[in-house]
């Protein structure tokens, strides 16, 4: 053995204690630690990206990268990172995700590990929490947008069934065009779409109802009683991420009723809001769409890269992403056989995280982390309301705060950019930026199980500071 590996091989509790050591002085810090660091710290420093011959041994290796590397480390893991839509990390799912690479199983069925029974009482669990029937079931994959990626694979697939066409076998060509329906689909769903083969040029932006990133319903009825023969997915939306938004869900059962379509739900993060019983009616009428996309490395808090795709047609899921070999399991219809289900062949035992945080903190825990977030969010969008140079640019529906600056001279997006820039060196408070309704504006999402009463007087504080300050 390689001496380097010899030496390892040895002191492995040492590493583990360096390690452990390392990351409870992190978790210590956290609250001080800035949101952005500077970008310089965000770099290499000269001469560290060759590769050496012999190896120092991992304790070096820690102490190299910590010693060299931590400023570079975002506080984004903390109660006040409020950018794009960023979950923390619940101590039992830390725990969980660290047995994870210790034990390092294969996630798929294969007989010979505990993980796809583990991943399938998550699952179990997750539906229970969020109230969706017995006939969907689930897959771990690494995000949502590859739950939508998955999601619309199966749409395709029911479309070429609809169409006499077996597009697993024969390809997007035999079924020809398709098209695309959504009023606010994230983005990630075009990206879905190029990689599906059906095309970023499918999707068709439907009208919004006024005021709002919500679809018209009536606007969709028109645009499917115009185009009565094209094979049509809809992609609905339960929560956007400026101003977590939902579209109607029971409208577009009805118009699905009518008209014959794939109705996907993108709940990225808003679906976890169905764990609380005052915001499960956003989600009304989705446990009967045909799939479903949730994340769990958001509104979850368990650590990257988990989400959840969910379906209620498991068989063509696996005319989708079966994987037939003489050494492999055979594709038998079960919803733990996840190699023929998702994507990868072999999997990383994601679901562990999620399982062990469900059963660490529950019903209840869950619940809480959402309330709260959503508690908070509403008492920074009334700080800002109230705030000299902020306005609100929507009501604060749920856990996303969407404003603009006002009273601004000059470009308002360079004015924007530059609030931002202050905010980022000032540390204390992450915003990300966005446009809503043409308009630059800045969002703070809050799904960080930690964020209390006193992240929102400090984000408060922060944000007014750097309002009126010059670059
Ligand atoms: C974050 C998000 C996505 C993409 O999720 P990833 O986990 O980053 O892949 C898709 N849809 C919505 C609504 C989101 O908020």
Redesign the pocket.
């Given at each position: 053995m390689h001496p380097s590996l010899q030496q390892d091989l040895s002191q492995f509790p040492q590493i583990l204690d360096q390690v452990r050591q390392l990351a409870a002085t992190f978790l210590a810090g956290l609250h001080e630690r800035p949101v952005c660091p500077p970008l310089a710290a965000q770099q290499l420093k000269p001469g560290d990206d060759r590769l050496s011959d012999e190896g120092v041994g991992a304790q070096a290796a820690l102490d190299y990268f910590w010693q060299r590397y931590a400023d570079g480390i975002s506080a984004s893991a903390g109660p006040r990172y409020f950018g794009f839509?960023t979950g923390g990390v619940t101590p039992a799912a830390l725990a969980a995700d660290w047995l994870v690479s210790a034990i390092d199983q294969n996630s798929q069925l294969s007989h010979d590990t505990i993980a796809a029974a583990i991943e399938l009482a998550a699952i179990e669990q997750l539906k229970s929490l969020l109230g969706l029937p017995a006939d969907f079931s689930g897959t771990l994959v690494s995000?949502?947008?590859?739950a939508?990626f998955c999601g619309l694979a199966i749409g395709r697939q029911w479309l070429g069934e609809r169409y006499g066409v077996n597009v697993a076998q024969q390809g997007m060509a035999a079924l020809g065009k398709v098209q695309v329906l959504a009023a606010s689909p994230?983005s990630?769903s075009e990206k879905a779409l190029s990689m599906l083969g059906i095309g970023r040029d499918a999707l068709q932006l439907v009208a919004t109802l006024p005021d709002s990133e919500a679809i018209d319903p009536d606007a969709l009825e028109r645009h499917l009683a115009a185009h009565p023969t094209t094979p049509t997915l809809v992609l609905a939306?339960a929560?956007?991420?400026n101003t977590v938004a939902f579209d109607n869900i029971p409208r577009l059962l009805a118009l699905r009723e009518r008209y014959g379509f794939w109705l996907h739900v993108?709940a990225?993060?808003g679906g976890i809001a169905a764990s609380s019983p005052a915001y499960a009616p956003l989600l009304e009428g989705w446990q009967q769409a045909d799939s479903i996309?949730v994340?769990a490395?958001?509104w979850l808090n368990v650590p990257y890269d988990s989400?959840i795709q969910f379906t209620r047609h498991l068989a063509l899921q696996m005319q989708v992403f079966q994987n037939q070999s003489a050494y492999l399991e055979a594709p038998d219809l079960r919803p733990d056989n996840y190699l023929h289900l998702t994507p990868e062949n072999s999997r990383r035992f994601r679901a562990l995280p999620l399982w062990m945080s469900l059963v660490a903190y529950g019903r209840s825990g869950v619940r809480d982390m959402v309330e709260r977030n959503v508690q908070l969010a509403k008492r920074l969008g009334e700080g800002l309301a109230a705030s000299r140079g902020f306005q609100l640019l929507a009501p604060v529906n749920l856990n996303v705060v969407c404003f603009a600056l006002t009273d601004v001279v000059g470009d308002a997006e360079a004015a924007r950019d530059g609030f931002l820039e202050r905010l980022n060196q000032h540390g204390a408070i992450r915003c990300t930026a966005t446009r809503y309704r043409g308009q630059p504006a800045v969002r703070a999402a809050l799904v960080n199980w930690m964020t209390e009463e006193q992240d929102i007087a400090l984000a408060l504080e922060a944000l007014r500071t750097c309002r009126f300050t010059a670059a």
């Open positions: 839509v995000g949502a947008t590859m939508n994230h990630s939306s929560g956007t991420v993108d990225a993060f996309t994340d490395h958001k989400a």
